[in-house]
T-cell receptor
Framework: DGGITQSPKYLFRKEGQNVTLSCEQNLNHDAMYWYRQDPGQGLRLIYY???????QKGDIAEGYSVSREKKESFPLTVTSAQKNPTAFYLC??????????????FGPGTRLTVT | AQKVTQAQTEISVVEKEDVTLDCVYETRDTTYYLFWYKQPPSGELVFLIR??????QNEISGRYSWNFQKSTSSFNFTITASQVVDSAVYFCALSEASGTYKYIFGTGTRLKVLA
């Protein structure tokens, strides 16, 4: 079955620790995205990548970092510099080229709680 | 600037009622895509529909229908004969055909269908 996996579903960390969220896809999509969702708000784009070894900042990149060493994987690190890291994080992917490149498919999300 | 407004924060209906979720968007581009996603309590966003700016035909898929009107910059979503399983948060999103494939999401409408 093709899809996007994010692990773990729930993650707890102490303040001051970096934490890495996993995102893997087997849809053969070139583009991948990370979003943050807070209660009562829409999804906000953190980082996106359209090709391996390249990525761009989204609207709220401060305090986060990413890598894209493989097409299938786009891990997100929440650093200690992120002031409000507790949130629901969603990873997505899409093909590139043609109209279907505008359809993003989402993983199940990781709920991060930092205390 | 791009913007998506979902003015209805929460809607409650009784099962079998029809319900319309509103979406108003702003963009300066002439070519763009509009989307609706469903987010059930599990958290994963489920793709419902994509509409491009050149296609103003309304679409029906089972109990779901969408009304796209460029004149009012609206892309409304109607559920006919609502069911408890329709309870979820629904997001409207906009993507300009600029090649970055980025989405701008509305803040979502929480739909509660009561038995």
């Amino acid at each position: 079955d093709g899809g996007i996996t994010q692990s773990p579903k729930y993650l707890f960390r102490k303040e001051g620790q970096n934490v890495t969220l996993s995102c893997e896809q087997n849809l053969n999509h070139d583009a991948m995205y990370w979003y943050r969702q807070d209660p009562g708000q829409g999804l906000r784009l953190i980082y996106y990548s359209q090709i391996v070894n390249d990525f761009q900042k989204g609207d709220i990149a401060e305090g986060y970092s990413v890598s894209r060493e493989k097409k299938e994987s786009f891990p997100l690190t929440v650093t200690s510099a992120q002031k409000n890291p507790t949130a629901f994080y969603l990873c997505a992917s899409s093909p590139t080229g043609g109209v279907l490149s505008y359809e993003q498919y989402f993983g199940p999300g990781t709920r991060l709680t930092v205390t | 600037a791009q913007k998506v407004t979902q003015a209805q924060t929460e809607i409650s209906v009784v099962e079998k009622e029809d319900v319309t979720l509103d979406c108003v968007y702003e963009t300066r581009d002439t070519t763009y895509y509009l989307f609706w996603y469903k987010q059930p309590p599990s958290g994963e966003l489920v793709f419902l529909i994509r509409r491009n700016s050149f296609d103003e035909q309304n679409e029906i898929s089972g109990r779901y229908s969408w009304n796209f009107q460029k004149s009012t910059s609206s892309f409304n979503f109607t559920i006919t004969a609502s069911q408890v399983v329709d309870s979820a948060v629904y997001f409207c999103a906009l993507s300009e055909a600029s090649g970055t494939y980025k989405y701008i999401f509305g803040t979502g409408t929480r739909l509660k269908v009561l038995a």
